[in-house]
């Protein structure tokens, strides 16, 4: 049999098996969570705050948790927004030409994005020390948004590459500015992406405990201001597993399958406006 022939084999065995442990893990991890999980999950627990028992298996809930964990993931994603996309543009349009300075910005990204989450907790807990700032809020928002810009940007990198460089040299021909053809040409061109690169960055967001163990505290109330305390899915999944009590450990898988239907539910309503502005992308 051919040399060539035997390795197209190779792999083709390789990527089938790489596919099915991938889905196989996923499968596991899903069944698991809902299975010990949903029995445990009622109407009760998503919508009253934990009450004084409640850490000894008594009456209450996560609605805190689930509250704060949608105001710090939001927030932390709408200022990694704010700063990732018009970093992501300015690399792809305006300083595209100067090689050498945007692998430079592009692997300090890199380099950022793998750094562990607990590094920035530990970033953030040392600002906050400085400061005199207590735990927040504000300033898990703050550390979130920190640890992931370097997501959000670099997966928006990827998407803006694939745009056809004649686009940005038609757009120029035409006497666009470059702020014109980054938000009009090539944000326009890949709003899918975009909404997958920062789909992936809430994920994060949301579902990180080491970045906020320090930084946003922890409390059984709602909170009105950014200045408070908040609890999180995450954190209370890690506390409530951390109980000898049998009905609290249950409780927190119950709280580990309100996070992941929360991320379903983004993950739908991401492809469901990407295939919206599908329309505007133009196909070469």
Partial sequence: MDLRKIEEIFFRILMFCSTV?????????????????????????????????????????????????????????????????????FLNVHIAHRRKLVNVVRFVMDLLWGVPSIVYGAFGFTIMVFFGIRASLLAGIITVTLFIIPIMVRGIDEVLQSVPRGLHESSLSLGSTRAETAYKVFLKQSVPGVVTAILLSFGRAIGDAASILFTTGYTDHIPTSLSQPTATLPLAIFFQLSSPIPQVRDRAYAAAAVLFIIILIISILSRFFSKRYQKNKINF
């Fill in 21 to 89: 442990i991938i889905a196989v893990s996923l499968i596991i991890i899903i069944f698991s969570t809902f299975y010990k999980g949903l029995p445990h999950l009622t109407w009760e627990m998503i919508s009253k705050t934990p009450k004084g028992g409640f850490y000894f298996g008594k009456e209450g809930g996560i609605l805190n948790a689930i509250v704060g964990s949608l105001y710090l993931s939001f927030g932390a994603t709408i200022l990694a927004i704010l700063f990732g996309l018009p970093l992501a543009l």
